[in-house]
């Protein structure tokens, strides 16, 4: 199983960036699929997730309103639309994948099997 995360680079602030993670061996039907953002000295953090067997998404309240997490038609590619981006934004992202329902663990990353290598995200003021 590869995940690939794309689409990362630098913005200014109020900018957007829409993140990709494909999947590689592997399909995203009935997985709980997780972007999660890391910063230097920070510890990993979850923004958004969601269960592909349908289900609401979920999010931080620091990026709710702003990142929209989504699936595409292919079952192997899960998405992460980024607006009013800010310098507090700026981080490494990271997709995980786990092959069950979210339930309420979606932020845990222990919790996820399979994981990108990241794509950096750069806001500046």
């Known amino acids: 199983v590869q995940l690939v995360e794309s689409g990362g680079g630098s913005v200014q602030a109020g900018g957007s960036l829409s993140l990709s993670c494909a999947a590689s061996g592997y399909t995203f039907n009935k997985n709980c699929v997780g972007w999660f953002r890391q910063a230097p000295g920070t510890e990993r953090e979850g923004v958004a997730a969601?269960?592909?067997?349908?289900?609401?998404?979920n999010y931080a309240d620091s990026v709710k309103g702003r990142f929209t997490i989504s699936q595409g038609n292919a079952k192997n590619t899960v998405y992460l639309q980024m607006n009013s981006l800010k310098p507090e934004d700026t981080a490494m992202y990271y997709c995980?994948?786990?092959?069950?329902?979210?339930?309420?663990?979606?932020?845990?990353?222990?919790?996820?099997?399979?994981w990108g290598q990241g794509t950096q995200v750069t806001v500046s003021s």
């Open positions: 969601i269960y592909t067997g349908g289900d609401s998404p």
């Open positions: 995980a994948a786990q092959p069950r329902w979210c339930g309420n663990w979606y932020f845990l990353s222990t919790s996820y099997n399979y």
